[in-house]
């Protein structure tokens, strides 16, 4: 009994420490973003690669790297080569909107600083994103379902 008791009182503190650690968070959280609302400008560019690949391998400026924690250096990041004016540069792409991004086309991008907030396409037409193959499990129960005459879950 007490160890039980012992469990479920470091199962709380760890729970409490969790919610103030995650308020302050979402806090900061906030206030980046309002700072990137702050500074955006729509740009048009030409976007001519996307990948996700290790900041340090990205070419993006040497200060950027520097100022990126240690443990984020190893991490792959969405990373855009576009051209914008003359220059080919290095942005960094939203998670949100890096699967919409059209390759090889000119695209208006909501800017700020080396980061892109957003995307809309400019000439042609938008392709549509490629849909995702269907796993065997995912297809045996739409299959399931679809013979015991219900609807398939999405």
Do not use: W
């Amino acid at each position: 009994m007490k160890i039980f008791l012992i469990v479920l009182l470091v199962i709380i503190v760890v729970f409490i420490i969790l919610y103030f650690v995650g308020k302050k968070a979402q806090k900061k959280q906030a206030e980046q973003q309002a700072l990137l609302e702050q500074s955006k400008q729509t740009i048009s560019m030409l976007i001519i690669d996307k990948k996700r690949m290790k900041i340090k391998d990205s070419g993006l400026p040497a200060v950027v790297i520097e100022q990126t924690p240690k443990l984020m250096r190893n991490s792959k990041m969405p990373i855009i080569k576009a051209k914008v004016g003359p220059q080919i540069m290095s942005l960094i792409c939203d998670d949100k909107i890096f699967d919409s991004v059209p390759v090889k086309k000119e695209v208006k991008a909501v800017v700020s600083g080396i980061y892109v907030i957003g995307v809309k396409g400019l000439h042609g037409k938008s392709e549509p994103m490629p849909t995702k193959k269907k796993s065997r499990f995912k297809r045996a129960l739409e299959a399931a379902q679809e013979k015991a005459g219900a609807t398939p879950i999405k």
